[in-house]
Each structure stands twice: as structure tokens, then as C-alpha cells.
């Protein structure tokens, strides 16, 4: 006899507002910290940069971020490996699935599903003004983000590129991070993209108020490409370069799905709906390649809505502390 089994996890989503990083930021810190540095020294600490090495690159591509990541090291104790791994240049390999897509009609969004272990997830929803923009976006390596929008109506979201290996340059949730500080536009966003290396390939989608909209693939040691595309999951383009990776995530498959969902024209809530069923949401969580959310971004509303199957959560810029809990469930196997 075949019966199919699922497993459940329980989770909860920290919904954190700190304008500029405080006591919330510092238990996120010490609660956290112990799981990142296995994660920053997994591949023995000589591999990592030193300290004067993560400052230099941090002044020299992202100076804006400098009086920030002080504020971080200084709460985090003035750790020096918590300030290398916290400038989050040159890091271990970080290879997340996803899937993403942004509508200018007949509202703007942008909608993603992040697909990736749970055991590697944050989950926390940050509220920030660290400078002149107000942000708020999923968190990532205490202060990244994996997706995010600011309050001058610009979003993004980044999935893993698809091409393997890495070279010197940045996490990419700090690169998110870095676009959502200092860019209104996604012209300006693009220029940040030409000057700023990344450690591993990328496609981040980007739209802005003005209803410009564009996916660019960024990958270590060369220029960024841009494309006219609204869409994107786990490889460059519209052709993998990598045919078998791209298999193994489903790449073409998920994508396809997005072309078909574009050119249905649908509203923010039938893309939502689109994003929680197969083949956009994945359930295989013990493979690393579940869905932990699906994030619906409404900038012209100021506000971001989590979706799991059953249940939502709703965030604004200015929405107090708060937590959500939600249940993550295994795709049943067969079993004899």
C-alpha cells in the first residue's frame, strides 16, 4: 500500500521597527550570532578577509553603509569577526532558489516567493531608517535584506543566478540593502549595479515609481546585463547557461509559469494566488528548496504582505513590534 507523508515546522516571523540599530538589533545579534559565525567560518576563517580588508571595501564601494556597520560592531561588541562577517565581503556561498515578478498593472507590486532551507532563514521583517530613506524588507546576515522597498517607492528582490562559483565582492543582501539607502530610481539602481562587485551571480528585479522596471543579472569579476524582462528565477536571461542546474531547481519550468501569469494580466491577488500553488511554490524544505514566504510588496500603499497557504501578515514602515506564526509542511512521499 502507497500512503504519502508530510512533516510540518512551526515558525514565527519577527517583525521588528528600529529606525536606526538599537536593543532589538542587539538581540537579534546574540540570539543569531553563535548560527553565523559557523556559517562565516564553515570553510576555515583564513578564507575570510580581515578586518582592514572589509573595511577598505566597504569605505570604497558602499561609504554610505560605513557609520551604520560601526553602530552594528559596536553593538555586537566590538567583535572583529563579527565586523568582518557584518561588512559580509567576500563571504561563504549563498545559493537560494526563488522566483520573482513585478507588475505595473493595475496596480504595482512586486511578488516573490524565497525558496531556501529553513534552518538557514532569519525571519525577521525590519523596519529601518538608518539614513534619509525609510526601509523595510525580510532580513538577511543581521542587517541584509533578500527583498525590500523604500519609501521613495522602489523595490527589489534578488534570486540565485544560476552560474556557479564566486569571487571577490558582496553578499548580495547587502548589495539590496545598499540599493534601498541610496537609490530613488531604477537608473540610479543601475548605476550602483555598474560599480559595485558582487561575490556570486544574481538576477535582482527592480522597479520604481515612475513604472520603469528592469531585471539585471550581476556576477563576480564582470558588468551586469540588464533585461527589459519583469520576471526571473534561478538562471540568466531567458536560456540557462547551466541546463542541469537549471533542471534540478526547475528553473525554465517556474519561469515559463511567470510568462504564462504576465500575460494574463492578472491583479496583485491572482499573482499572489499564482505564487502559493505549484509550480511556483515549492515544498521540499529538507532539500533546502522550500518556500518560506511569498512577499506581495504594494508601494504606492507603503505596506508588505506575507503569504503562506493558510495564513498572512501585513507590515508597514511604521507598524509597532509584532510576531507572526506559520506552518511550513513537507510535499508528502510515497511510501510503501
Not at 507590486?109 to 525577521?124: A, C, G, K, T, W
Not at 523604500?150 to 564566486?166: A, C, E, H, I
Not at 528553473?251 to 511556483?280: C, H, N, W, Y
Amino acid at each position: 500500500m502507497t500512503t504519502s507523508q508530510s512533516r510540518q515546522q512551526h515558525l514565527t516571523m519577527y517583525g521588528i521597527r528600529e529606525d536606526t540599530p538599537g536593543t532589538r538589533w542587539q538581540l537579534l545579534f546574540e540570539s543569531t550570532w553563535p548560527a553565523y559565525r559557523r556559517w562565516y567560518a564553515c570553510e576555515g576563517l583564513d578564507r575570510r578577509p580581515d578586518l582592514a580588508t572589509c573595511t577598505e571595501a566597504l569605505r570604497r564601494h558602499m561609504p554610505e553603509l560605513v557609520p551604520t556597520w560601526k553602530q552594528l560592531a559596536a553593538l555586537a561588541g566590538d567583535d572583529e569577526l563579527a565586523a568582518r562577517m557584518l561588512s559580509l565581503w567576500d563571504p561563504p556561498a549563498f545559493e537560494p532558489g526563488c522566483a520573482q515578478l513585478a507588475l505595473q498593472h493595475p496596480q504595482r507590486v512586486l511578488i516573490r516567493n524565497y525558496d531556501y532551507s529553513p534552518e538557514l532563514f532569519e525571519q525577521v521583517v525590519y523596519s529601518s531608517r538608518f539614513a534619509k530613506r525609510r526601509v523595510i524588507g525580510t532580513g538577511d546576515c543581521l542587517w541584509g535584506l533578500l527583498d525590500g522597498m523604500n519609501d521613495d517607492g522602489l523595490v527589489v528582490s534578488f534570486t540565485f543566478g544560476g552560474r556557479p562559483g564566486s569571487g571577490r565582492g558582496f553578499g548580495i543582501s547587502l548589495v539590496v540593502r545598499y540599493l534601498l539607502e541610496v537609490c530613488a530610481t531604477v537608473k540610479s539602481a543601475r548605476a550602483v549595479l555598474e560599480r559595485v562587485p558582487v561575490s556570486m551571480t544574481y538576477n535582482l528585479t527592480i522597479s520604481d515609481r515612475s513604472g520603469a522596471t528592469v531585471t539585471a543579472f550581476v556576477a563576480p569579476g564582470s558588468r551586469p546585463a540588464f533585461f527589459d524582462t519583469p520576471l526571473a528565477t534561478n538562471h540568466r536571461g531567458l536560456v540557462p547557461e547551466y541546463p542541469e542546474r537549471a533542471r534540478v531547481l526547475n528553473s525554465v519550468g517556474r519561469q515559463d509559469e511567470l510568462i504564462r501569469l504576465v500575460q494574463s494580466a492578472p491583479d496583485a491577488q491572482r499573482a499572489t494566488a499564482a505564487f502559493l500553488r505549484k509550480p511556483l511554490y515549492n515544498q521540499a524544505y529538507s532539500r533546502g528548496f522550500g518556500t518560506l514566504y511569498t512577499a506581495v510588496y504594494l508601494p504606492e500603499a507603503d505596506v508588505v504582505e506575507y503569504h503562506w497557504p493558510d495564513s498572512s501578515w501585513r507590515r508597514s514602515f511604521t507598524s509597532p513590534d509584532g510576531t507572526k506564526d506559520f506552518v511550513l509542511t513537507e510535499a508528502g512521499r510515497g511510501v510503501t
